[in-house]
């Protein structure tokens, strides 16, 4: 399964498609409590009428030397995957730039059944930004490839237990993307706008966050639950929003509905007690249900309204009950296709961020 599932499609015609209704504007400032540290830093509120852009992640590759030379040119671990240092360097990059995390909740809501608009009151001088990482479920081939096993909550901390190359498992600090933004946003409190950070996309048939929450039948099963629904609940008051990716990572834009229908109710029934009800879903391998196909009606039965693709191009389109967005991959093709001058980077300095563990296996 995991050979096969990033296999990631493009869909750039998605932002043709004609938009709906746009409902009443209405004003998304800076929260509804206190002001945080960030709002009382910046000068002034402005409204921000570009696009805001989305970037996504998946899970960090910690120890590069295990996993690349396991990977061919080309693999799916060195297209697919970042490392942590080149984590932490974009995420600075990204914050040197002016970029400010928000969530999608600040530019939409959902409103009487219908998708509004809001206008987004950004500090003065900032580029608004969401981002998300897709399957936080720790899958076997992550888990030998040098990334982490299992998130944990360590003296009010998460940390991620990890395969070590020197042989057994440790557990590290800031090694997930997840603790690389929190670690940054507190040293750097303007990197986030009303304490957003960003959406954790998970499917559910290997489990969640590294626990097996997909054995029913395990005479674990409630622990696992208990320790998954813990690491969920810390997140979330941490900032961070949950997306389903679907329970199988199926190419949804491709299967029948009875197969999506059946995959949907999984993630409901085994994810979603973990997660809370959540309006996101992310598109396995970017492959969207197209808006007049009637298989997206499953997906709203479901209770989905924000649905996310995979392009280069950014961008927002409005349908009436529900919103589309684009996001935009950032993982080693990206930093491959840059260095090799086929693209440039508004989000960080690529050649400054690159592993140079990723140019010795696959550059040379
Ligand atoms: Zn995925």
């Known amino acids: 399964m995991a050979g096969t599932m990033f296999k990631q499609k493009f869909h750039r015609g998605i932002g043709l498609i004609s938009a709906a209704v746009i409902a009443s504007m209405i004003i998304s400032s800076c929260g509804n409590a206190a002001p945080k540290a960030s709002e009382k830093?910046?000068?002034?509120?402005?409204?921000?009428?570009?696009?805001?852009?989305?970037?996504?992640?998946?899970?960090?590759?910690?120890?590069?030397?295990?996993?690349?030379?396991?990977?061919?040119?080309?693999?799916?671990?060195?297209?697919?995957?970042?490392?942590?240092?080149?984590?932490?360097?974009?995420?600075?990059?990204?914050?040197?730039?002016?970029?400010?995390?928000?969530?999608?909740?600040?530019?939409?809501?959902?409103?009487n059944g219908?998708?509004?608009?809001?206008?987004?009151?950004?500090?003065?001088?900032?580029?608004?930004?969401?981002?998300?990482?897709?399957?936080?479920?720790?899958?076997?081939?992550?888990?030998?490839?040098?990334m982490a096993k299992k998130l944990l909550v360590k003296d009010n901390k998460l940390v991620s237990l990890i395969n070590v190359p020197e042989g057994g498992e440790k557990v590290l600090e800031n090694s997930e993307l997840m603790e690389v933004v929190d670690s940054f946003v507190a040293k750097h409190s303007d990197f986030s706008f009303n304490g957003a950070k960003g959406i954790i996309a998970l499917t559910g048939y290997n489990g969640v966050f590294g626990y097996d929450t997909h054995k029913l039948k395990s005479p674990t099963y409630e622990t696992e639950k208990v320790q998954a629904i813990k690491i969920a609940e810390f997140l979330?008051?941490?900032?961070?929003?949950?997306?389903?990716?679907?329970?199988?990572?199926?190419?949804?834009?491709?299967?029948?509905?009875?197969?999506?229908?059946?995959?949907?109710?999984?993630?409901?029934?085994?994810?979603?007690?973990?997660?809370?009800?959540?309006?996101?879903?992310?598109?396995?391998?970017?492959d969207i249900i197209r808006p007049e196909a009637p298989e997206?009606?499953?997906?709203?039965?479901?209770?989905?309204?924000?649905?996310?693709?995979?392009?280069?191009?950014?961008?927002?389109?409005?349908?009436?009950?529900?919103?589309?967005?684009?996001?935009?991959?950032?993982?080693?093709?990206?930093?491959?296709?840059?260095?090799?001058?086929?693209?440039?980077?508004?989000f960080c300095d690529i050649k400054k961020v690159i592993d140079p563990m990723r140019v010795k296996y696959f550059m040379n």
């Open 114 to 146: 219908q998708a509004v608009k809001k206008q987004l009151l950004c500090p003065a001088g900032k580029k608004p930004l969401i981002i998300s990482v897709d399957d936080v479920n720790y899958y076997p081939t992550m888990q030998t490839h040098g």
């Open 236 to 286: 979330k008051k941490d900032g961070w929003e949950f997306a389903s990716h679907g329970y199988r990572h199926l190419q949804e834009g491709h299967i029948s509905a009875a197969k999506l229908e059946a995959d949907a109710l999984r993630w409901r029934n085994e994810v979603e007690p973990i997660t809370g009800p959540t309006q996101y879903h992310i598109y396995p391998f970017g």
């Open 41 to 111: 830093l910046s000068s002034k509120l402005e409204p921000f009428t570009g696009t805001v852009e989305h970037i996504f992640f998946h899970p960090l590759i910690v120890f590069p030397q295990i996993s690349f030379p396991k990977s061919s040119k080309g693999g799916y671990i060195c297209d697919w995957f970042v490392t942590l240092d080149e984590c932490n360097k974009i995420i600075a990059e990204l914050y040197d730039r002016g970029f400010i995390l928000v969530s999608v909740k600040d530019l939409y809501e959902i409103r």
């Open 296 to 346: 997206l009606s499953i997906l709203m039965k479901y209770g989905f309204r924000y649905f996310f693709g995979v392009s280069f191009n950014s961008g927002w389109t409005e349908h009436g009950s529900w919103i589309y967005e684009n996001r935009i991959p950032i993982d080693g093709k990206y930093m491959m296709g840059i260095v090799s001058g086929s693209r440039n980077s508004r």
